[in-house]
Antibody, heavy 121, light 108 residues
Framework: EVQLVESGGGLVQPGGSLRLSCAASGFRVSDKYMSWVRQAPGKGLEWVSVIHIGGSTKYADSVKGRFTISRDSSKNTLDLQMNSLRVEDTAVYYC???????????????WGQGTLVTVSS | DIQMTQSPSTLSASIGDRVTITCRASRSISSWLAWYQQKPGKAPKLLIYKAFTLESGVPSRFSGSGSGTDFSLTITSLQPDDFATYYCQQYDTYSPRTFGQGTKVEIK
């Protein structure tokens, strides 16, 4: 059974840093595209970042240069290092596995339960 | 980036109703569209991908259609468990993944 469990959320001051982690089971993170998706309180879903099977990464413009996605194959985890945090980064952050079909990936077939990041002074 | 626009934002319906939610992309995305259901305090759940392919375990009362820029999600007979917020999401190859703003289906 596929399972994703996020950790690392909490309260941080503007300009601070936080590192989120997502522990995967039932598959290998290195075998799938893996993304982070966030949801501000009462708002919709926003894709944040993806790491490809080959290791290349992409980011939403809103976090580019501040966030870094990575994975640890030995631990089977996905991480998100968040620096220079802003009030507008406050959200529940979900780890999501991307499905692959018809020759393309990019939809999210499994999600974690989410971890709340609050950026406030 | 490709913008996704859903309508309506809120939909009031009764048990047994046929419900349709639409999603429009700012440019053609072929059939690279997914639909999700989200309940309060929970993670989204994949319902449909490739515009029309039902995810395993999803009831057959859910269906998706469309291609290019116009898509729809239909629930043929609304059940109590279906009251939730629904999101569309595009995953065109050369564009960042983007979501619609969501459609809340509430009890009439």
């Amino acid at each position: 059974e596929v399972q994703l469990v996020e950790s690392g959320g909490g309260l941080v001051q503007p300009g601070g840093s936080l590192r989120l982690s997502c522990a995967a089971s039932g598959f290998r993170v290195s075998d799938k595209y893996m993304s982070w998706v966030r949801q501000a309180p009462g708002k919709g879903l926003e894709w944040v970042s993806v790491i490809h099977i080959g290791g290349s990464t992409k980011y939403a413009d809103s976090v580019k240069g501040r966030f870094t996605i990575s994975r640890d194959s030995s631990k089977n985890t996905l991480d998100l290092q968040m620096n220079s945090l802003r009030v507008e980064d406050t959200a529940v952050y979900y780890c999501a596995r991307e499905g692959y079909s018809y020759g393309l990936t990019g939809y999210f077939d499994n999600w974690g339960q989410g971890t709340l990041v609050t950026v406030s002074s | 980036d490709i913008q996704m626009t859903q309508s309506p934002s809120t939909l009031s319906a009764s048990i047994g109703d046929r419900v349709t939610i639409t999603c429009r992309a700012s440019r053609s995305i072929s059939s690279w569209l997914a639909w999700y259901q989200q309940k309060p305090g929970k993670a989204p759940k994949l319902l449909i991908y490739k515009a029309f392919t039902l995810e395993s375990g999803v009831p057959s009362r859910f269906s998706g259609s469309g291609s290019g820029t116009d898509f729809s999600l239909t629930i043929t007979s609304l059940q109590p468990d279906d009251f939730a917020t629904y999101y569309c999401q595009q995953y065109d190859t050369y564009s960042p993944r983007t979501f619609g703003q969501g459609t809340k289906v509430e009890i009439k």
